[in-house]
């Protein structure tokens, strides 16, 4: 058995467990059952047969050379297959248990599946997973490249140098502000691409909204900033220098008169009082 958690459905992750799951075995059977999930059918009709796969996962089958079967719509017989294993995951590893983070739970669920699942006795075969696996005869995968996953999906550069992809926010090189780049999604990275250059990479986030940063993409910003308005920069600035305001200039004899009106003041009301 290989399980591995994600935060949501969609193809990228759909793609990646795949891949996960070829890696955790060695290699890969020659065909797959799969349930009918969105990402990978348009169209199965239960009265007239006809199936269409969607083109990207399509695609990615043909990539690896398997191919792939789908239970027939409202047919338990097959789809209890697809069902069993994820009823056993739900039951028998999910129960009493906490996780810190994502990476926590699926560290959990391999120390699980190489301390449990693989080595109960199976209701169906009487046999041990890890035993009966080394029979499956899987086709090696040596020699085939990863497969790419190319979304076509352009953005434009926000104004504050950040560009948004499936709810999460990814920073790019000041310079690019207001231009747009072209995303590629491969082997969990997201690359921002423009004029046929990768101008960033990042780890793709699994949550919502969160936001992948890099310092280095705002270096040199306020050095080039014309700051050419009196405005206040924020203070940590340390660029901006605060301007001191005018001083009005008088000529001395005016104090002289205020200190001789201020002395003939204190000398009358001296006298007054004696």
């Not at 169906?124 to 990863?146: I, Y």
């Not at 926000?158 to 926010?169: A, H, I, K």
């Not at 306020?222 to 001083?247: C, F, G, N, R, T």
Request: contains cysteine; charged residues 25%; hydrophobic residues 35%.
């Amino acid at each position: 058995m290989f399980v591995k958690a994600y935060l949501h459905e969609r193809l990228p992750n759909l793609i990646n467990g795949h891949e996960e799951a070829f890696s955790w075995f060695g290699g890969m059977t020659a065909e797959i059952l799969y349930d009918n999930p969105k990402t990978m059918i348009t169209v199965h009709s239960r009265q007239t047969g006809e199936l269409i796969l969607n083109s990207q996962f399509k695609d990615f089958a043909e990539h690896y050379g398997f191919s792939p079967r789908f239970c027939a719509p409202y047919r338990p017989q097959t789809k209890g297959k697809i069902e069993s294993g994820v009823k056993y995951v739900k039951n028998n590893f999910l129960p009493g248990r906490r996780f810190r983070n994502l990476d926590h739970l699926n560290a959990e669920l391999l120390k699980w599946i190489i301390e449990v699942a693989d080595v109960r006795i199976h209701g169906t075969h009487h046999e041990r997973p890890k035993d009966r696996f080394s029979g499956e005869g899987l086709h090696s995968l040596k020699g085939c490249l990863p497969y790419v996953y190319t979304p076509s999906v352009q953005r434009r550069v926000s104004q504050d140098g950040m560009v948004s992809f499936e709810t999460n926010r990814y920073s790019v090189p000041w310079q690019y502000v207001g231009r747009c780049v072209d995303l590629l999604l491969e082997y969990g990275q997201l690359s921002m691409i423009c004029d046929g250059k990768t101008i960033a990479q990042h780890e793709v986030r699994q949550g919502k909204y969160q936001q992948s940063i890099c310092l280095q993409h705002y270096e040199g910003l306020i050095q080039k900033a014309p700051w050419k308005s009196p405005i206040k920069q924020p203070l940590y600035d340390p660029y901006w220098i605060e301007q001191p305001e005018d001083v009005m200039v008088r000529n001395l004899a005016v104090y002289d008169q205020v200190t001789q009106s201020a002395e003939r003041v204190s000398i009358e009301q001296g006298g007054r009082h004696a």
